[in-house]
Nanobody
Framework: HLVESGGGLVHAGGSLRLSCAAS????????MGWFRQAPGKEREEVSC????????YYADSVKGRFTISRDNAKNTVYLQMNGLKPEDTAVYYC??????WGQGAQVTVSS
């Protein structure tokens, strides 16, 4: 069970931090990822982080602006989003490596 929070409406250039709290799974054993889906577009992977070594991946479109992190003691993964652009507007989902998805959090960036 994954629950996202922290979405909202910001102006271009602003920041948001998404959180995804996990329950009912051995969080520390799973890769965790953030995906997003904009209206009329396919869902795309934004970032992911491995379970043990802190290795990360970022889509080119967010590299240098977004930072993924995790706190295994709190069973939570975060996505810090800085320098937001209107094209970042989407529903953001977290996902575990065993294919559990959260319900999504809306992020809207106004120009």
């Amino acid at each position: 069970h994954l629950v996202e929070s922290g979405g909202g409406l910001v102006h271009a250039g602003g920041s948001l931090r998404l959180s995804c709290a996990a329950s009912g799974l051995s969080f520390e054993h799973y890769y965790m990822g953030w995906f997003r889906q904009a209206p009329g577009k396919e869902r795309e992977e934004v970032s992911c982080i491995d379970s043990n070594y802190g290795r990360t991946y970022y889509a080119d479109s967010v590299k240098g602006r977004f930072t993924i992190s995790r706190d295994n003691a709190k069973n939570t993964v975060y996505l810090q989003m800085n320098g937001l652009k209107p094209e970042d507007t989407a529903v953001y989902y977290c996902k575990s490596s065993d294919d559990v998805w959260g319900q999504g959090a809306q992020v809207t960036v106004s120009s």
